[in-house]
T-cell receptor, first 115, second 111 residues
Framework: DTGVSQDPRHKITKRGQNVTFRCDPI?????LYWYRQTLGQGPEFLTY????????KSRLLSDRFSAERPKGSFSTLEIQRTEQGDSAMYLC?????????????FGPGTRLTVT | KNQVEQSPQSLIILEGKNCTLQ??????????LRWYKQDTGRGPVSLTI?????NTKSNGRYTATLDADTKQSSLHITASQLSDSASYIC??????????FGGGTRLMVKP
């Protein structure tokens, strides 16, 4: 499968614990995006990377959130001291920067439940 | 503030019927408009992408229209099937290729 993959697909954690999610983009894509989606809403942008550089972060990305893409390939999103409000689907997408429109391809998401 | 509004929020139709979903946006500078289909518990999948110079684009039974003057788009689904049950999300990209997502229309197709 050459699409975007995310791991784990589901994560249940207790409030206050740290969690880390992984995203593997389509191999030739240099951009990688993280989004958060709550039930019944559209995805909200969190951050994106071009190669290993993190170029933009949303105000939604509080200091408990950190994302990395150390070698410009896979990325991790860590949430420290989780809160119940962090419960959501975390989506990863990737795109290339060739052409005028960068079509984003989404992974299946990681569903986080904070109890 | 960039915004994308969709209507209706939810819709129930019978299998075989047609339906039209609406999208209004205030995104500047506008570059492109996309419609995605999202099955429950899955990531969104692109249906169509249109630039400001395109008025309509089809993908099988899905036809999207764009009026860049009024900043409106629609997605028309013809001869609906049970597998069309999903959320349909209107997404607008700006010149920097950053996306603003609508809240989606949840479509249920009943037999």
């Amino acid at each position: 499968d050459t699409g975007v993959s995310q791991d784990p697909r589901h994560k249940i954690t207790k409030r206050g614990q740290n969690v880390t999610f992984r995203c593997d983009p389509i191999s030739e894509h240099n951009r990688l995006y993280w989004y958060r989606q709550t039930l019944g809403q559209g995805p909200e942008f969190l951050t994106y990377f071009q190669n290993e550089a993190q170029l933009e972060k949303s105000r939604l990305l509080s200091d408990r959130f950190s994302a990395e893409r150390p070698k410009g390939s896979f990325s991790t999103l860590e949430i420290q001291r989780t809160e119940q409000g962090d419960s959501a689907m975390y989506l990863c997408a990737s795109s290339s920067t060739s052409g005028r429109i960068y079509e984003q391809y989404f992974g299946p998401g990681t569903r986080l439940t904070v109890t | 503030k960039n915004q994308v509004e969709q209507s209706p929020q939810s819709l129930i139709i019978l299998e075989g019927k047609n339906c039209t979903l609406q999208c209004n946006y205030t995104v500047s500078p506008f570059s492109n408009l996309r419609w995605y289909k999202q099955d429950t518990g899955r990531g969104p999948v692109s249906l169509t992408i249109m630039t400001f110079s395109e008025n309509t684009k089809s993908n099988g039974r899905y036809t999207a229209t764009l009026d860049a003057d009024t900043k409106q788009s629609s997605l028309h689904i013809t001869a609906s099937q049970l597998s069309d049950s999903a959320s349909y999300i209107c997404v607008v990209g700006n010149a920097g290729n950053m996306l603003t997502f609508g809240g989606g229309t949840r479509l249920m197709v009943k037999p």
